[in-house]
């Protein structure tokens, strides 16, 4: 479905400016080539009124209703689960492409899961007139791994997340800093338990403690022991690939890290792969940078990767025991192309249409 065209620039809105996705995707719209007419701010009934700068200019948040929609054409959906469920639908009523970052509509099979790097052409069919963004975690290593599937042929994937904090919000962020400050300074982290005790009750959105720790568990528990988190990236990964009985395996690890989730991934083609190949193709695939030179000490990792665009990927090893897989370290922004860069990407894609 494609909606009305239009001579005139189109008028995006923001739905959930105020939060850890929506404020990045101000910064994204302020930095990218200027496509829009009017932008417009909306968020809860708590931030109207607030002043949010975008494109050089402070624009007041307005509280999200039916009336906010009026005379968009493109609405990008940066707000929980549930506030999407009920609300992209009714943007779409009124005539707006919603482009949405939840989970809400992500594995609909009437709803379009794109990656423009990977699979531009899915924007095109959108039945609902919603298009998702996959989540951060998928986001974070996709598009490395679309170049060398286009190339072998993917035929499994193992992977481990070494997630950000700031990947379940502005909460996470809160959290992590704040369980920082209670350690900063002292010799914690030598008993059983005595991080537990400094941090006490304040563990925000996350199971255990993350200041000084690794925590085996991101989302909610879903069949068998596994996580919503590690679900999203197998059932993601099949669909944006389109191989929808790909073997994945997956378990996912938050460390204290704010921003920038990591992935090592062991991936298994269809034939023999060699590192030199492999490294010709991720150093030329767009959106992808090769940054691999251990003998330099150069990997890629979340202190240097945090801010930017690219996926990075280093670590490019054969594996041992298998000629035709392959062994990545991947970081990526989980707020930027893992969520407001690549929303922003699939609605200058419905933008380029409707002009
Ligand atoms: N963080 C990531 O790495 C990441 C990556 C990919 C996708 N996502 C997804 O993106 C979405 C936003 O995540 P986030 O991390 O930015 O969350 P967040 O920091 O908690 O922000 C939530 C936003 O939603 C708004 N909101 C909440 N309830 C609302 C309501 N009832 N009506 C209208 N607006 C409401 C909030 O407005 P107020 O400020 O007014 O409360 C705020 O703007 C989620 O679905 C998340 O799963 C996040």
């Known amino acids: 479905m494609t909606g009305p065209r239009t001579t005139v620039r189109p008028t995006l809105a923001v739905v959930g400016a105020t939060g850890a996705v929506g404020m990045v995707m101000l910064q994204i719209l302020s930095q ?6 009017e ?11 607030r002043k949010l700068a975008v494109r050089g200019e ?3 948040v307005v509280a999200l209703t039916e009336e906010a929609f009026d005379g968009v054409d493109i ?5 929980p689960d549930e506030v999407a469920e009920r609300w992209a639908p009714v943007a779409a009523a009124k005539g707006a492409v919603v482009v949405d970052n939840s ?3 992500r594995m609909d099979p009437d709803v379009p899961l ?3 790097e990977v699979n531009p052409h899915a924007v095109r069919t959108r039945p609902r007139g919603i298009v998702s963004n996959p989540n951060c975690t998928t986001l974070s290593m996709i598009v490395a791994l679309g170049a060398l599937h286009a190339e072998f042929g993917l035929r499994e994937l193992v992977v481990s997340s070494y997630q950000a904090v700031s990947g379940a919000g502005r909460a996470g962020v809160e959290t992590l800093r704040q369980q920082l400050s209670l350690v900063a300074g002292t010799e914690l982290g030598t008993t059983p338990g005595d991080v537990r005790r400094a ?5 925000g959105p996350f199971p255990e403690p993350v200041a000084l720790n690794v925590v085996p568990w991101a989302g909610s528990l879903r069949e068998d022991g596994w996580s919503s988190e590690e679900m999203k990236v197998r059932d993601e990964s099949r669909k944006i690939l389109g191989l929808p009985k790909l073997p994945v395996a997956v378990t996912c690890v938050r460390v204290p890290v704010i921003t920038v989730h990591s992935l090592t991934v062991h991936a298994r083609f269809q034939d023999e792969v060699t590192v030199d190949k492999a490294r010709e193709i991720l150093a030329t695939a767009p959106g992808v940078v090769l940054c691999d030179d251990p003998a330099a000490g150069e990997f890629p990792t979340p202190a240097d990767v945090v801010g930017t665009d690219p996926t990075w990927v280093g670590r490019v090893r054969r594996a041992l025991d298998d000629p035709t897989a392959l062994e990545l370290f991947v970081c990526g922004d989980n ?7 690549n929303t922003a990407q699939i609605a200058e894609l419905v933008a380029a249409e409707l002009v």
Request: proline content about 5%; glycine content about 12%; charged content about 20%.
């Open 335 to 341: 707020l930027r192309k893992g969520a407001a860069l």
């Open 39 to 49: 932008i417009r701010l909306i968020a809860s009934p708590r931030s109207a009124g």
């Open 103 to 105: 989970g809400a509509f």
């Open 114 to 116: 794109v990656v423009p």
């Open 58 to 60: 402070q624009v007041e």
């Open 75 to 79: 609405a990008m959906f940066d707000v």
């Open 199 to 203: 941090v006490g009750d304040h563990t």
């Open 32 to 37: 990218r080539a200027d496509v829009w007419g």
